[in-house]
């Protein structure tokens, strides 16, 4: 796996994604409350482009009548046929175990250790005093 | 880093020998205005004034939210403005080209007229829909071919209709819904399946429409999830009440697709019908063979969406009961269930078979 370095941590709010490519896949990107994560851009159910999708939280109810949310935004939801994805993990909260995405490394890096590299070019100057998203694909 | 290439068209699925043929499309207008040139005066100032009045409450919007605006595909708003499925470029992107098809089915659904309170609107609005298919779609696209949507609950205006496009080989199909205010096989619908049959034209009945009934039995139910699977049932009454009056019998070269409503429930309906026809039939003399030869002579059925048993084996059971030449590919784009041809249909489901249920089938029903 190389480290990309895929964007400037303030060009991904929190609550927000960006799409990139790196090792010749779509990756999204999200940020959670400042944490990083990164899946593929590719249900495992029917192919649909995840990043296409809306975020949302976990709906649960402990018995019919009572019903509790959380997790706000931390869910992706496949734009085709409503598959929910834990960003944490990749995994689906329907069939954690066999329909899951494929998740990859993402950290946030200062320019400064960026500068000892070794990572793949970008297309935007990295400055020492600057941080950065980086990922492993 | 930045620069994202456009995610790659993977082409027709390998088993698609045949063609690919896609049974279930549903093009939208941007906005009314584009049925405009196909209105007289009168009824577009009918239309702008005064509305679509479907027969059902809520008539502005859906009586079950869709889990999806319009009910679609997030992905399948086009970029260039407009609801889903109205930008014809963007449908070939998505769609005809991603896959490869050779050939779109457009069922149009809402706004037709279809079902419209309005006796008068639903009769210039199903025409219009049917002069707005051939001109933003079917003359600018060899691979799609249009239904001829019809004010299913005046018979001799649906009659008319079908007449003014029997000839045209751009339409496929005669195009019914699933919900209808009286069962299909009743007096008032046979001038409908009497001027199909001499048309050689099949008729698609697509899940939904809004018959002034409750979708269920017991009334009005309390979610989306069931208003899914209310398809299947309406599905059963129309195919049961056209059987048992004796459609078949009239209209012996009728043929009707049951579009999005599943297909499992077949085999049962099937399996009853027979059973109680064995010691009612003198109740219904007219029916010279069991139901289930009506239903598996006359009757097609879409795949999406697909029953998914848990052991595969239970659907190719399923379908080897109602025919593997019965069983026709949809993908209803661009609805949130649309399915891929690629992974749709399962590949337990052997290989010339899947041929037959991507293309070879509709080839052989649609015939233009």
């Known amino acids: 796996m190389a480290r990309h370095v895929v964007a400037p941590v303030a060009e991904i709010p929190p609550g927000g994604r960006k799409v990139v490519e790196a090792d010749g896949k779509r990756i999204i990107i999200f940020n959670l409350s400042g944490e990083f994560f990164a899946l593929l851009d590719r249900c495992p159910h029917q192919g649909g482009p995840l990043s296409g999708g809306i975020l949302c939280g976990l709906t649960q109810s402990d018995a019919p009548g009572t019903y509790r949310f959380s997790r706000a935004g931390e869910f992706i939801r496949c734009p085709w046929h409503q598959w929910e994805f834990d960003i944490r993990t990749g995994k689906s909260w329907f069939d954690p175990r066999r329909t899951k995405v494929r998740p990859f490394p993402a950290a946030v890096a200062t320019g400064a250790e960026l500068a000892e590299g070794p990572y793949v070019a970008e297309t935007f100057p990295v400055l020492v005093e600057d941080a950065y998203v980086v990922l492993e694909a | 880093m930045n620069l994202i290439r456009p995610i790659a068209s993977p082409g027709r699925p390998a088993a698609a020998t045949l063609g690919l043929v896609d049974v279930d499309i549903h093009p939208r207008v941007r906005d009314l205005s584009e049925f405009r040139p196909f209105l007289s005066e009168a009824a577009w100032h009918r239309l702008v004034t005064y509305g679509i009045h479907a027969r059902h409450g809520f008539h502005k919007g859906y009586p079950f939210p869709k889990a999806a605006p319009l009910a679609c595909r997030r992905d399948a708003w086009p970029p260039g403005g407009g609801p889903p499925a109205s930008d014809l470029p963007f449908l070939r992107e998505q769609l005809l080209d991603r896959y490869d098809m050779d050939i779109g089915v457009l069922n149009p659904l809402q706004p037709s007229g279809q079902g419209d309170v309005n006796d008068g609107l639903s009769v210039a609005l199903a025409r219009a829909v049917n002069e707005w298919q051939v001109e933003h779609w079917l003359r600018h696209e060899d691979r799609l071919r249009g239904s001829i949507v019809v004010p299913y609950e005046d018979g001799a205006a649906s009659v008319e209709e079908i007449r003014r496009w029997a000839g045209d080989p751009r339409f496929c199909q005669v195009l019914l819904m699933s ?158 269930d649309f399915d891929d041809p690629r992974l749709a249909i399962p590949s337990t489901i052997p290989e010339a078979k899947r041929a037959l249920i991507y293309g070879g089938n509709a080839r052989h029903l649609y015939r233009r």
């Open chain 2, 179 to 336: 919900r209808t205010s009286e069962p299909l096989g009743r007096q008032r619908y046979w001038p409908i399946w009497q001027a199909a049959a001499e048309a050689g034209l099949p008729v698609g009945i697509h899940a939904f429409g809004y018959s002034g009934h409750a979708m269920t039995n017991g009334g009005w139910p309390s979610f989306y999830v069931e208003e899914v699977q209310e398809h299947a049932t309406s599905a059963q009454a129309q195919v049961s009440s056209m059987v048992i009056e004796g459609i078949f019998e009239r209209f012996p070269s009728l043929r009707v697709i049951m579009i999005e409503c599943g297909f499992a429930w077949m085999p049962s309906l099937g399996w009853r019908l027979d059973a109680t026809w064995k010691r009612l039939r003198d109740e219904v003399p007219h029916l010279r063979r069991a139901p289930s030869e009506y239903l598996r002579e006359h009757v097609f059925v879409s795949t999406q969406p697909i029953e998914e048993p848990d052991r595969p084996e239970h659907l190719l059971d399923t379908i080897e009961w109602i025919g593997w030449d019965r069983i026709l590919f949809a993908s209803d784009y661009p609805h949130w």
